[in-house]
């Protein structure tokens, strides 16, 4: 499989402009990731703990700023271009606000794992230069394996908890689901950039099925190492 | 007035120690108030508030990895020397929790203000190291001038709020004056760095007079600027 060249960002408005509300979910995505992980902080019982996740906030709050600062090289308005991700982005984390500490925690674990993964699968679609911000921005999850140790120990000091945190696992999963089919349903340049043009490769329904398949698996992989059932 | 040297630091335990203690101090606020920023810009009605706010929390938390990385070379444990300043900081915000956007505005900018002038006097009686990380990491607050511009703006929209939001920054600098006397009487350390040691300068009554009366015009300065009665 090919992937769009440079040219294309220059030369192709459809693709531009794809590439433009990409970055623009992603930044809108970052945002909020960051005024969760913060209120995450200020809820952690250790000190060390809202250390740990301010860290983890500060992050994504600097890949905010290359997602913005790119979008207007590409000529667009930052502001303008995340209004409409606000949102579906929004009603995610209305319908999934944590009870608890621990239910944060595995939601910022499980859901920015779902996330990265996604755009990581998208990444391999795009012109180079999109491709590396896009990958760089994803590059931190490695950082959230304290949030393992600490699901993982209270799983170990509380072993009811599991069925409870397992359950709330499927829960994100399905709502980032219904969410994200609600908006496709909407809008339609994630699948131009997916699906491709006239001019420009994409992917096949076989490299979809493959795509939604790793998704799964990675998923899965991340519920059993916080020792939850997926 | 000469300042404590750079020897000062090497070889006199009681300064160390109280200037370790000024660094966690300064860093638990620095990790408290990006809690309360990045809160602030999860409420902020408008994308760009958001975004501003969290620029601001962003700031705060770069300070204080900057903090610790000192407190650490001067081979304490910050999250140890933190510890103690948790539960007056905490109770200070607890008590001064906004009821809405302005409210948390408001606080930011003149909390913050009052804040920086604090450590600003305090700096001017440190040793030369000492002194620069404090000044860096109270030099952030020019960036909170787009506060006045939405106090302003909200004022001139709706005049009767100016009322509720004058009273607002009078009750926090009360609750703040209110916790530091009840800290400053448990704890010495501020003292230690303030009135000096046995072979250390500090600052004479006039001088304590002449910084109480600087923190006072300032905070008034900042009202003032926000459109409020002091």
Tied chains: 1, 2.
């Excluded at 220059?10 to 794809?18: G, I, L, Q, T, V």
């Excluded at 998208?122 to 140790?149: G, K, M």
């Amino acid at each position: 499989m090919t992937t769009p060249s440079a040219d294309t960002l220059a030369n192709d408005p459809e693709y531009r402009s794809a590439i433009v509300d990409l970055l623009a979910l992603l930044a809108m995505g970052e945002l909020l990731a960051f005024e969760r992980l913060a209120g995450d902080a200020a809820l952690a019982p250790q000190i060390e703990d809202s250390v740990a996740l301010a860290r983890l906030a500060a992050a994504e709050f600097r890949h905010f700023e290359d997602l913005t600062r790119r979008i207007e090289e590409l000529g667009a308005d930052p502001t303008q271009a995340m209004l409409e991700f606000r949102r579906p982005l929004d009603e995610f984390h209305a319908h999934t606000a944590p009870s608890d500490w621990l239910e944060g925690m595995v939601k910022a674990y499980v859901g920015e794992g779902i996330a990265s993964d996604f755009y990581r699968e998208i990444a391999s679609l795009l012109d180079e230069q999109t491709r590396a911000l896009v990958l760089r921005v994803c590059d931190d999850f490695e950082h959230q394996e304290f949030i393992v140790d600490r699901v993982r120990l209270a799983i170990q000091e509380d072993p009811q908890i599991a069925g409870r945190l397992a359950l709330w696992g499927r829960r994100l999963v399905g709502e980032a689901l219904a969410q994200s089919q609600r908006f496709a349903a909407e809008h339609d340049s994630m699948s131009v950039l997916i699906v491709g043009g006239v001019d420009r490769p994409g992917a096949d329904l076989a490299e979809i099925g493959r795509m939604l398949a790793r998704l799964t698996e990675n998923h899965a992989r991340r519920m059993a190492a916080l020792g939850l059932a997926a």
